[in-house]
């Protein structure tokens, strides 16, 4: 899986740099953001390619790294999240109020990260 780590303000980013689909195992992301944990930083943000598929699998990954980010106090950031992520969101009662943190850009991100 090609991935690009990196920090921006007090986030810790996950680029995922190619399409994750319905057979991908996206177990390497929640080691990802443990690794920043580990380093302190607790709040993280994934940008997927607007062509990732949300299956059952990466979506199990993003609450449970969100779970413990929470537990930390950081929380966790989804950017520019395709449509059918945010359709997955909305079934899933996970784009209200500020389970996810939702930005279009890595800006608007650390904008609302400076709130």
Do not use: W
């Not at 929380?75 to 996970?94: G, H, Q, R, V, Y």
Request: proline letters at 3%; hydrophobic letters at 45%.
């Amino acid at each position: 899986m090609l991935i690009n780590t990196y920090t921006k303000g007090k986030f810790g980013v996950i680029k995922v740099l190619e399409d994750l689909t319905l057979h991908a195992n996206p177990s390497t992301l929640k080691r990802l953001v443990e690794d920043f944990v580990a380093k302190g930083i607790l709040n993280v943000a994934f940008s997927f390619t607007p062509a990732t598929f949300p299956s059952s699998r990466l979506m199990a990954v993003l609450v449970t790294s969100r779970e413990l980010l929470k537990r930390e106090g950081g929380s966790l950031a989804i950017i520019a999240p395709n449509e059918k992520m945010l359709d997955t969101f909305n079934i899933l009662n996970l784009a209200h109020g500020d389970y996810f943190l939702l930005a279009d850009t890595e800006e608007e991100l650390l904008a609302a990260g400076d709130a």
